[in-house]
Every structure is written in C-alpha cells, then in structure tokens.
C-alpha cells in the first residue's frame, strides 16, 4: 500500500497570503497518478487537481499543483477567505487507492 | 449528480446498507466508475471499493473490507449500492458514493454523505 503523508499538518496564513503544502509518499506514484481535494466542515470533498497537475473543471488558476515520484505539492498562490478548509492528497497509481491525512488550512 | 440514502444507525454484527442514485449519468455507461468511500477521525479517507461496467460487471475491493463487503447495481434505477457486513464500532464513519473523473481513479463527483454509527 502507497502510504501518503501530508505536511504540516496546519497551516495558518492570512488572506491574501500563499499557501504550501506537501503530499509525500512511501513508493514512487504511477505516472504522477496524484490528485488534491479540498473539504470544508460537513461537505464532501471537492476535486482541485489531478494528474498532479491538471486543474478540474471550474477550479480557480490561483489552485496549482507540482512533483512527481514521492514528492508533490499543492500552491493556492493567494488565499480567499473561501480557500481555509482541510486538503488531503490522494494517489491512484496503484490499489488500493490512498489519501493522505490532510493538511488544515487556517486564519492566522 | 449522487443522492445517498440508507439508515444513520447499525447494531454491531449487523449488516450496514446505503445506496447511492445517480442522476445525470449511467450506471452502465462504458466509462463510468462508482466508488464508495468513508471518513472517520480515527482511519481517515478510506477507498473502500468500487464497480464499473465493461461488457460485464466487475467490481474491486480494498482489502481491509474485502471479506466483508459486497458494492451492487441496479440499472433499473440507475443507482450503487454498498454493503458491509459484520459490523463493529470501528465501521461508524461518513460514508460517500463517488464517480471516477473519466479516464482517471480521481473523484469529481461526491454524493453528499451518510453518517452511519454502528452502535447498540
């Protein structure tokens, strides 16, 4: 199984600010077989990015994402008020599918 | 679009059921894949399995549930079904129907969640 860890496990930013986030996994990922997902409290998840770097349908360009064998990264390049919310990782290179433990995007 | 539905409740040892109805898409289509997924605090984002159909229908499990799990379709309603036998404490969880983004094993499409507590 293709452990993902994601770091730091909160982040606290004002808007207007750029965030960082990391996705590391235990076993290179498949093609950069990476996806990124933010969840607000109550909602499920909401599919930003995959193929590590494709932006999906309807995802604002501030939203960008980077790497490739274990070490990928999720940049939102200037922080709405609606961007603090929890973001996980998940890869589907290889079975079973994984997520990370998500990164918590706060107000500072 | 994904409506969930299926009882908040599970006695331990039973048997945990939630559909999902799909609107807007086949369950049968050539490239759609439907997914059930739960979240807990203690485990996370699980993937716990999935079906699709291509020519026939398959279906594959996770194995931390595989002896327990058994995810099912129903063309004349257009909806998945997932359920999980044999449950414990540890299966209270939000459990979530989601579609493949086509071409891919992301999810772009999530139904809104069933929160089942398996307690007695």
Request: aromatic share 10%.
């Amino acid at each position: 199984e293709n452990v993902l860890t994601q770091s730091p496990g909160t982040l606290s930013l004002s808007p207007g600010e750029r965030a960082t986030l990391s996705c590391r996994a235990s076993q290179s990922v498949s093609r950069s077989y990476l996806a990124w997902y933010q969840q607000k409290s109550g909602q499920a998840p909401r599919l930003l990015i995959y193929g590590a770097s494709s932006r999906a349908t309807g995802i604002p360009d501030r939203f960008s994402g980077s790497g490739s064998g274990t070490d990928f990264t999720l940049t939102i390049s200037r922080l709405e008020p609606e961007d603090f919310a929890v973001y996980y990782c998940q890869q589907y290179g290889s079975f079973p599918l994984t997520f990370g433990p998500g990164t918590k995007v706060d107000i500072k | 679009q994904l409506q969930q539905s299926g009882p908040g409740l599970v006695k331990p040892s039973q048997t945990l059921s939630v559909t999902c109805a799909i609107s807007g898409d086949s369950v049968s289509s050539n490239s759609g894949v439907w997914n059930w997924i739960r979240q807990s605090p203690s485990r996370g984002l699980e993937w716990l399995g999935r079906t699709y159909y291509r020519s026939k229908w398959s279906n594959d499990y996770a194995v931390s549930v595989k002896s327990r799990i058994s995810i099912n379709s129903d063309t004349s309603k257009n909806q998945i079904s997932l359920q999980l036998n044999s449950v414990t404490p540890e299966d209270t969880a939000v459990y979530y129907c989601a579609r493949d983004l086509p071409g891919t094993d992301s999810f772009d499409i999530w139904g809104q969640g069933t929160m089942v507590t398996v307690s007695s």
